[in-house]
Nanobody, 113 residues
Framework: QVQLVESGGGLVQAGGSLRLSCAAS??????MGWYRQPPGKQRELAAV???????NYANSVKGRFTISRDNGKNTVYLQMNTLKPDDTAVYYC?????????WGQGTQVTVSS
């Protein structure tokens, strides 16, 4: 059974850093990453990474966020630096294998000004 277990969210002041982790069980996913849903808005891409290490970032996080993965641990990380209040959102771990997609339960990130 596939499970995605997220950790690392919390409250941080603007300019601070947080690191999110998502540990997957079940299979090795071809793509893993993070989406986020700001208050009152739709879920949007933050960053994703392929099994070979290719990455894709939302323009709003480029240069501040870094996504990485450890295939041996089946874990994906999101290092978030220079956080802004606009980064406040529920962050969801995402994983895909073939046509199948999976989501974590979400972790809250709140950036205070």
């Amino acid at each position: 059974q596939v499970q995605l277990v997220e950790s690392g969210g919390g409250l941080v002041q603007a300019g601070g850093s947080l690191r999110l982790s998502c540990a997957a069980s079940g299979i090795i996913f071809s793509v893993m990453g993070w989406y986020r849903q700001p208050p009152g808005k739709q879920r949007e891409l933050a960053a994703v990474i392929g099994i070979g290490g290719n990455t894709n970032y939302a323009n709003s996080v480029k240069g501040r966020f870094t996504i990485s993965r450890d295939n041996g641990k089946n874990t994906v990380y999101l290092q978030m630096n220079t956080l802004k209040p606009d980064d406040t959102a529920v962050y969801y771990c995402y994983a895909a294998y073939g046509v199948n997609t999976y989501w974590g339960q979400g972790t809250q990130v709140t950036v205070s000004s």
